[in-house]
């Protein structure tokens, strides 16, 4: 079964310009995440999708981020501006409706902005 | 305060040698708690769940104490390849799949 797939793994920027992350979650899973990590520290939930629905986006800067996942499957997270304490890695994860608990997640976005 | 507190380590410990991790919450509401490891540069992924009981999987065992809000992880018999960021886990509220994560313990296993 293949696992949560995201694109690109890396991605270098300038400060001031947008970049966008996709993110694929195992088949059949209705929930999805976007998590931001820093570097010597945990996950933190940006965001969190039902289906189509955004159900919980209250960790999500709005001003500068923005996320979609308009047919319920897969999803794309877009920051513009980005700023300097933006680069981290956007790690996005999936569970299915019988198993929250255990979200699986995918091998993550290295964003570096300079 | 953070909701999840964890001590970053790291822990350096040889092989064979027994280890234990602590962490801390803040919210008494928590329902649900787990142990997730992470390799470097690799993402989460779940280890063990945290039962009341305490639960045993191999050389892992995991321990919750709700009356002083902390959860613990004990590795016996360490092996290099435990060499990872163990991170705590907790849900608010089971009915949401919310979850809270630490800031993990970093463990290294020396030959």
């Known amino acids: 079964e293949a696992g949560v797939v995201q694109s690109p793994r890396y991605k270098i920027i300038e400060k001031k310009q947008p970049v966008a992350f996709w993110c694929n979650p195992i088949?059949?899973?209705?929930?999805l995440y976007w998590y931001r990590q820093n570097l010597g520290q945990g996950p933190e939930l940006l965001i969190r999708?039902?289906?189509?629905?955004?159900?919980?986006d209250s960790q999500l800067p709005k001003d500068r981020f923005s996320a979609e996942r308009l047919k319920g499957v897969d999803s794309t997270l877009k920051i513009q501006p980005a700023e300097l304490g933006d680069s981290a890695v956007y790690l996005c994860?999936?569970?299915?409706?019988?198993?929250?608990?255990?979200?699986?997640f995918g091998p993550g976005t290295r964003l570096t902005v300079l | 305060r953070k909701e999840v507190e964890q001590d970053p380590g790291p822990f350096n410990v040889p092989e064979g040698a027994t280890v234990a991790f602590n962490c801390t919450y803040s919210?008494?509401?928590?329902?649900?708690f787990f142990w997730y490891r992470q390799d470097c540069r690799k993402e989460p992924k779940l280890l063990m769940s945290?039962?009341?009981s305490g639960n045993e999987d191999g050389r892992f065992t995991a321990q919750l104490n709700r009356a002083s809000q902390y959860i613990s992880l004990l590795i016996r018999d360490s092996k290099l390849s435990d060499s990872a960021t163990y991170l705590c886990?907790?849900?608010?509220?089971?009915?949401?799949?919310?979850?809270?994560f630490g800031g993990g313990t970093r463990l290294m296993v020396k030959p």
């Open positions: 088949s059949g899973h209705n929930t």
């Open positions: 999708y039902e289906n189509e629905e955004a159900v919980d």
């Open positions: 886990v907790v849900n608010i509220n089971n009915a949401g799949n919310m979850l809270t």
């Open positions: 945290v039962y009341s």
């Open positions: 919210n008494s509401a928590s329902q649900s």
């Open positions: 994860a999936s569970s299915s409706g019988l198993h929250y608990n255990e979200q699986f």
